[in-house]
């Protein structure tokens, strides 16, 4: 495994928008783009030194917290 792609939507169904346009290789990612009070969805990829990407991990929803 070289690294991996973040991908968010705001649907199980998608569009999703893959977030690094590079493969990260840290376990940790922080997303500055999303809006107070809206739910996400994110999911990885693992890429191989190919880009050659696994399928989407299992979802994870966060709810942004309104300030």
């Known amino acids: 495994m070289f690294g991996y792609y973040v991908y968010r939507a705001t649907d199980q169904y998608g569009p999703y928008t893959r977030l690094n346009s590079t493969p990260i290789t840290v376990t940790q990612y922080t997303d500055l783009a999303v809006l107070p009070g809206q739910t996400y969805l994110y999911w990885v990829t693992g890429v191989d030194s190919?880009?050659?990407?696994?399928?989407?991990?299992?979802?994870?929803?966060?709810?942004?917290?309104?300030?």
């Open 50 to 67: 190919n880009t050659l990407e696994s399928p989407f991990s299992n979802s994870v929803t966060v709810v942004v917290p309104t300030p």
